[in-house]
């Protein structure tokens, strides 16, 4: 079974996202904060992690950074949702190792259809 991390401070997209990878056969683990997604992600080691930008304390991009910086989680995959939606914002993510960039208000199956493409 994959390991999926998602991080997002908004409790509801945190929900949403984890119940419906949960339902999808995927072993899901939830952070609230960059700080405590870094920990989880070098603690546990998922195969993917869902990535919010804009969260207390570390943002998503440091976050990101940081994972694709440590040989120890630099090929977890990651995909980004973010309010965050100006095109700089978007090339800033993938630039910093996205495998790919959703802005928010995402559709829910388009998602889960990119990180079961990204796990194939």
Excluded: C, W
């Amino acid at each position: 079974m994959k390991k999926i991390l998602v991080a997002d401070d908004d409790r509801n997209i945190l929900y949403l996202i984890s119940e419906v990878l949960a339902k999808g056969d995927y072993e899901v683990a939830q952070a609230v904060n960059g700080d405590h997604a870094l920990k989880l992600a070098r603690e546990t080691r998922p195969d993917l992690i869902v990535l919010d930008i804009m969260m207390p304390g570390m943002d998503g991009f440091k976050v990101l950074r940081e994972l694709k910086a440590d040989p120890q989680t630099g090929g977890i995959k990651v995909v980004v949702i973010s309010a965050k939606t100006k095109p700089e914002d978007v090339e800033k993510g993938m630039a910093a190792g996205a495998d790919h960039y959703f802005t928010k208000p995402f559709k829910i199956s388009e998602l889960t259809a990119k990180i079961r493409e990204i796990l194939e």
